[in-house]
């Protein structure tokens, strides 16, 4: 199953000069939590890699970095290919972090099968957005709010809908 995760404000905004502009430690735990279930294998952008973890791979998990550099990065299988990448995953789990021309690629492409969205009732005027998914997911479920650091937000599942 190939899994999305993204925190976003209600603009679907998810970063703003290349990192998060927010701090929700519980939601960071959740993400962990998450990502380290259902497979441990995460795939995020080399922008993505850099900027929001610092180029350094998520601990306990099997890092995926989707990238035209062929320079190797200890801890790390590099992707070139998205689509060999993916369809090599059907039937396997697999989580999508970012960044947002992954999450839109994967979307677009028809990979992805779940939507895990933490909905943070905010607008931070990011300069990177989630891309429209309402046509392509139904909501599953959604937590009640929860609040932290002065923000609220809900953590929801979308799973894709069929045709």
């Not at 677009?108 to 933490?118: I, M, P």
């Not at 931070?124 to 009640?144: A, H, N, R, T, Y």
């Amino acid at each position: 199953m190939i899994r999305l995760i993204v925190a976003a404000d209600r603009k679907l905004g998810i970063a703003k000069n290349g990192g998060m502009p927010w701090q929700i430690p519980d939601d960071e735990a959740y993400f962990t939590e998450m990502t380290k279930t259902h497979g441990g294998n995460v795939l995020t952008g080399g922008v993505t890699f850099r900027e929001a973890y610092g180029s350094v791979p998520l601990a306990q998990r099997h890092n995926f970095i989707l990238t035209h550099d062929q320079t190797p990065i200890e801890g790390v299988t590099l992707v070139h290919d998205l689509d060999e990448f993916l369809h090599g995953f059907q039937g396997q789990d697999l989580w999508v972090a970012g960044g947002a021309a992954v999450f839109e690629q994967v979307i677009n492409k028809g990979y992805a099968d779940e939507l895990y969205l933490t909905q943070i009732d905010a607008d931070f005027d990011c300069d990177q957005f989630f891309p429209d998914f309402e046509d392509k997911f139904l909501l599953i479920q959604k937590s009640d709010k929860h609040q932290q650091n002065g923000f609220n937000f809900r953590y929801a599942v979308y799973g894709r809908k069929t045709t």
